[in-house]
């Protein structure tokens, strides 16, 4: 099972797809998958024909990231349910996906998010008819990070997107990394 996650590392600089330098730019083929607005859950699932998973790797009460807490205009103290997950396609760990859900927003009928489980919290996300996303902001990630587990992590940078999802106006954050796994088969 991949170590916890130190996030004593530097800030990454989440943007939006087009203000990545071009010489800086992902394949055609990731920035497709980068800026796809759609469920990721369901487009991994038609890619690996199927043949997909979620395994949990982690799953606490903690405290975001800084960064994390001002983009879900948390305040300073408040506490999530942080979820880190390896999204398999093919039996390949396609993709690393952390989700920040602010246990204010984990009341009423979004409760039962606290026991995912095994199960995409994506799926459940866009069934959801009243679904608001933000703008997709997209983020370079190196091993100086450590956003990524170490024993899925590459040597090469990663490439990263994150949104913020509103149900009944309650704030979530998904943040996904694709691996050299998932890149090397788009590449082929």
Request: proline share 8%; charged share 20%.
């Given at each position: ?42 487009r ?26 001002q ?5 300073q ?21 952390r ?90």
């Amino acid at each position: 099972m991949p170590k916890a996650v130190s996030y004593q590392s530097p800030a990454l600089a989440w943007q939006p797809l087009q203000s990545i330098a071009r010489h800086q730019r992902p394949s055609p083929a990731l920035r497709d998958w980068l800026g796809d607005s759609g469920s990721l859950t369901a487009r991994l699932i038609a890619q690996s024909e199927g043949n997909f998973k979620v395994r949990v790797v982690r799953q606490i009460i903690g405290r975001p990231t800084l960064n994390e807490r001002q983009v879900l205009g948390m305040r300073q103290p408040a506490l999530a349910l942080i979820r880190e997950v390896i999204l398999f396609g093919c039996n390949e760990p396609w993709v690393f996906a952390r989700s920040i859900l602010p246990l204010a927003s984990l009341t009423g009928s979004l409760r039962h998010l606290r026991k995912q489980n095994n199960r995409p919290l994506g799926a459940f996300l866009f069934s959801q008819p009243q679904l608001q996303r933000s703008a997709i902001a997209v983020a370079r990630i190196s091993r100086d990070h450590a956003y990524v587990p170490l024993d899925l992590a590459a040597n090469q940078p990663l490439w990263g997107r994150r949104s913020v999802f509103y149900l009944q106006r309650k704030p979530l954050l998904v943040s996904e990394v694709f691996l050299p796994a998932f890149i090397n088969q788009l590449d082929h």
